[in-house]
């Protein structure tokens, strides 16, 4: 090859859409879903040591970004996608995105594990974040001041929370954002008036809250979401620009495959299978 296409080489094949490198699968998007991905991840390459897969994360709304100019094979999302962002794809790709659901999660609220508090309603949950409820006393805790965490606004768990808790309202300034749904539970397992968010899967060394509606208090347990039962019940998502073909449907299928989705219970997530 002449040495003067050489650079010019190297940057079409910077410029190339990741789905056209073949024998490799590159996953962005939901922290939610990161070690899932991971874990799929690492057992897909073993039975397939020709496709190496990898997985990054930054939140749902960067991996829909990425899909979006060309920079991931498959977005990792904890929430749907948004119609806006369908027709950019579509507009842009000629073609509607895909949509696969591969585990079912529910949004879980965690306080300290000394918090005598065991569930709340959304109302509650949503004053709370909105700022009209500010201590435990007024929802059956102690006299105390509530030190509530939440995610960036790049997270699908953020959206979903502002959605479906928030009925779309502006979290208050005072509310703390953080980096991850780790460094949530990890900040409410040290402070004790604290209130955070998350998956499921990352409830260690924290209490999970029930969600009160009408006279039950309902547990994010696997019964519960799988059934829908759960309030805040959700499905974790894969998009990508069509429908898939080749390494990458390789990859889906597994996923959605018996193996692929105990994978999904090992992490602490619940099949959709």
Do not use: C
Request: cysteine-free.
């Amino acid at each position: 090859m002449p040495s003067l296409l050489k650079p010019l080489l190297a940057v079409f094949l910077l410029a190339l859409p990741a789905a056209a490198r073949a024998g490799t699968v590159t996953i962005k998007g939901s922290d939610t879903m990161v070690i899932l991905g991971q874990r799929w991840a690492e057992a897909f390459m073993k039975k397939n040591p020709a496709i190496k897969v990898q997985v990054t994360g930054g939140g749902s709304g960067v991996g829909l970004a990425a899909l979006q100019n060309g920079t991931t094979d498959i977005a990792m999302s904890s929430r749907e996608m948004k119609k806006a962002e369908a027709d950019k794809l579509k507009a842009r790709y000629k073609a509607p995105p895909a949509q696969r659901s591969v585990a079912k999660d529910g949004v879980t609220f965690y306080v300290h594990q000394g918090n005598p508090v065991g569930a709340l309603t959304t109302e509650q949950l949503m004053k709370i974040y909105v700022g009209d409820i500010s201590n435990w006393k007024q929802v059956g805790g102690a006299d105390a001041p509530i030190v509530a965490y939440s995610r960036e606004n790049s997270s699908g768990t953020y959206v979903f929370v502002k959605d479906m808790v928030l009925d779309g309202e502006d979290f208050a300034p005072a509310i703390q954002t953080l980096p991850g749904t780790a460094a949530v539970v990890n900040a409410v397992s040290k402070e004790k008036n604290s209130l955070g968010y998350g998956g499921a899967a990352y409830a260690e060394g924290v209490k999970e809250l029930k969600v009160k509606k009408g006279n039950e208090d309902i547990a994010p347990s696997a019964d519960n979401i799988k059934s829908g039962k759960y309030p805040l019940a959700r499905d974790l998502f894969f998009y990508l620009r069509a429908e898939p073909t080749g390494d990458l449907k390789t990859f889906i299928d597994f996923a959605l495959s018996p193996e692929g989705q105990a994978i999904v219970t090992q992490v602490g997530y619940f099949p959709v299978k």
